[in-house]
Nanobody, 123 residues
Framework: QVQLVESGGGLVQAGGSLRLSCAAS????????MGWFRQAPGKEREFVAH????????YYVDSVKGRFAISRDYAKNTMYLQMNSLKPEDTAVYYC????????????????WGQGTQVTVSS
């Protein structure tokens, strides 16, 4: 069992920045692919980015490339999502999740999920 806890969400103006964190409970954190998803009201959950286990290859959905950066701190069992140049369309609940697959981009390939953190970007 892996427990994930997100934090760092909030209200920010368009063009601003936020950094989300996802703390994992298990020491085997490094073997999992870690991903971020988001879900806006009335929409399906959408893949945002993932980072594989060591060495930490990354992949982003086109809409966030160049604005978001995913990273992980193995010593702290924590993953981050640095979000810059935020837009109103980035407003959503953001979830972190783990997968045993190296290049997972769909929600059903992820096993454990956090509770989500709200990000609201005002125009």
């Amino acid at each position: 069992q892996v427990q994930l806890v997100e934090s760092g969400g909030g209200l920010v103006q368009a063009g601003g920045s936020l950094r989300l964190s996802c703390a994992a409970s298990r020491r085997t954190f490094s073997v999992y692919t870690m991903g971020w998803f988001r879900q806006a009201p009335g929409k399906e959950r959408e893949f945002v980015a993932h980072i594989s286990g060591n060495p930490g290859n990354t992949y982003y959905v086109d809409s966030v490339k160049g604005r978001f950066a995913i990273s992980r701190d193995y010593a702290k069992n924590t993953m981050y999502l640095q979000m810059n140049s935020l837009k109103p369309e980035d407003t959503a609940v953001y979830y972190c999740a783990t997968s045993v697959l190296a290049a997972a981009t769909v929600s059903y390939d992820y096993t454990y999920w956090g509770q989500g953190t709200q990000v609201t970007v005002s125009s």
